[in-house]
C-alpha cells in the first residue's frame, strides 16, 4: 500500500495531531479550539468522497475542522525564482537629514531645544553673539543708506534736467551710481540673512532648514563656536528609508519595484527597491540599494535589517508557501485541498525565494493547498501508519 494512505474520521473519529495539539478546553477563561469530528451519518451524507474509503493518502475533515484547526487553505502561486539576502540599515532619505553648523564665531548665549525636540523649518535652535555678525549688520545698513542717499540724488537730477539746469550726461551717472549702491545694499542683506539676520548687538539665531526631529546637539551655553562648528543634528523620520550595500554583482540583480522581506528588531515586514547604484564611497565598488517600505512605522534609524529579495523568477512557474511543503515518509509532498478534506500530492520542489519555494511538478496550478499548519495532516498520516503496523 502507498505509505501515503487514508486517515478517514468516519464514524466520530477526531484528528490524533489535533487532539493531541488542540485539545478542547479553557485557558484563563479562554476556549481552546474543540476539533470534534462530525457525526458519521452526517459525514456520509449525499457526499460520495465520504462513502466507504476514501483516497489513499487522504485526510478527510469537515470546513469545522478545518477552520478549528487553524489550517490556512491557500491558492498556488505563480512565478518562482531565486533569492538574494542583503544586510543594511534604516537611513535618513536624502534632503531630510541636516547637519546643523555655525556660520560665524561667536559665543553661544541660549540653546533652545534638546535631542528628542520636534522642530520645524526655520525654528530657532540656539542663539549665537559674535562680533562678526555686528559687523555685518551694521555693512547692510550702511549699503542701504548709500543706495538711498543714490536713489535721492538721481531724482533730484532728474528734477534738475527737465528744468534745463543739468546737463543729461550728469543725470545718467547718477542713475548708473544708483543701481550700483542698490546692488551693493542687496548684497549686504543677503549676506546678513545668509548668516542668521543679525540684531544690531550681533546676536544671530542658528534655525533648522528641515522639518524633524533633533538627533544631538553639540553646544552648550557660554561655549565659544567657531565658523563650522557642527550645532546640531536633525532628521525627518517620516522620510527614513532603507539603506542596503550589496557586491555589484548582485546589485546588478536588483531593480526598482522589485519587492523585498525586512526583518528587523521590530519584526518582518514588506518593502519595495527604489534605487540601484554603485557607491564611489565604498572600498571594493560596492552598491547601494535603496528601498520604501510597505509599513507606516519602522524601526529607529541606524537599526540595522536583514532583506530577502526574489530575482530570476520565471513566467509560469508554479510556489507555494514554505509552510506547505512536507516531508511524508521520505517523500516531499503538499497537501491538495480535495472534497471533503486533503490528500497528500507528491512534488518536486525548486529554488526557495523568501518564504516561497518553487514547484517544478506534481501540480497543475489550479488547486489550492494547505499552508500554515499543514503539519497537522502529515501528523495524521503518520500516526496512521503506526497504527496499521500493528
Given amino acids: ?221 557660554g561655549a565659544v563656536v567657531a565658523a563650522g562648528s557642527p550645532v546640531a543634528d536633525i532628521a525627518d523620520p517620516s522620510r527614513n528609508e532603507l539603506v542596503f550595500t550589496a557586491p555589484p554583482a548582485v546589485a546588478a540583480k536588483v531593480a526598482p519595484g522589485m519587492a523585498l522581506e525586512v526583518s528587523g528588531p521590530t519584526g518582518s515586514f514588506g518593502a519595495r527597491v527604489i534605487g540601484s547604484a554603485a557607491d564611489v564611497r565604498q572600498p571594493g565598488g560596492a552598491a547601494i540599494i535603496r528601498a520604501t517600505a510597505d509599513a507606516a512605522l519602522l524601526p529607529a534609524a541606524g537599526s540595522a535589517l536583514s532583506a530577502v529579495v526574489v530575482v530570476d523568477t520565471t513566467p509560469g512557474t508554479l510556489d507555494v508557501p514554505s509552510d506547505a511543503v512536507q516531508n511524508v515518509d521520505g517523500s516531499t509532498a503538499v497537501f491538495v485541498a480535495i472534497d471533503g478534506g486533503f490528500r497528500a500530492q507528491p512534488v518536486l520542489t525548486g529554488r526557495r525565494a523568501g518564504d516561497r519555494i518553487e514547484v517544478l511538478s506534481g501540480l497543475q496550478g489550479n488547486e489550492r493547498v494547505a499552508g500554515a499548519n499543514a503539519f497537522l495532516l502529515k501528523a495524521e498520516l503518520a500516526k496512521g501508519d503506526a497504527e496499521h503496523g500493528h
Avoid: K, W, Y
Fill in 1 to 221: 500500500m502507498n505509505p501515503l494512505h487514508t486517515r478517514s474520521l468516519n464514524g466520530g473519529r477526531v484528528l490524533a495531531g489535533l487532539l493531541a495539539l488542540l485539545l478542547a478546553g479553557c485557558d484563563g477563561g479562554t476556549p481552546r479550539v474543540a476539533a470534534e469530528a462530525a457525526p458519521s451519518s452526517t459525514a456520509n451524507s449525499g457526499n460520495p468522497a465520504h462513502a466507504g474509503e476514501a483516497d489513499e493518502g487522504s485526510v478527510l475533515l469537515t470546513p469545522a475542522q478545518v477552520a478549528a484547526s487553524g489550517i490556512e487553505t491557500v491558492a498556488v502561486g505563480r512565478g518562482g525564482g531565486g533569492s538574494l539576502r542583503l544586510s543594511g540599515r534604516v537611513e535618513p532619505a536624502a534632503g531630510a537629514r541636516a547637519a546643523v553648523s555655525a556660520t560665524l564665531t561667536g559665543r553661544v548665549e541660549q540653546v533652545l531645544v534638546a535631542p528628542g525636540s520636534a522642530v520645524r523649518r526655520g525654528q530657532p535652535l540656539a542663539v549665537v553673539v559674535s562680533g562678526e555678525a555686528a559687523v555685518l549688520r551694521a555693512n547692510a545698513v550702511a549699503a542701504a543708506a548709500e543706495a538711498q542717499a543714490a536713489r535721492l540724488a538721481h531724482r533730484r537730477d532728474q528734477a534738475l534736467v527737465d528744468q534745463g539746469v543739468v546737463a543729461r550726461q550728469d543725470l545718467e551717472a547718477t542713475h548708473a551710481r544708483a543701481q550700483a549702491a542698490q546692488a551693493q545694499a542687496a548684497a549686504a542683506q543677503a549676506q546678513a540673512v545668509a548668516n542668521g539676520s543679525p540684531d544690531p548687538q550681533g546676536r544671530l539665531r542658528i534655525t533648522s532648514p528641515v522639518d524633524g526631529v533633533v538627533g544631538s546637539v553639540q553646544v552648550t551655553p
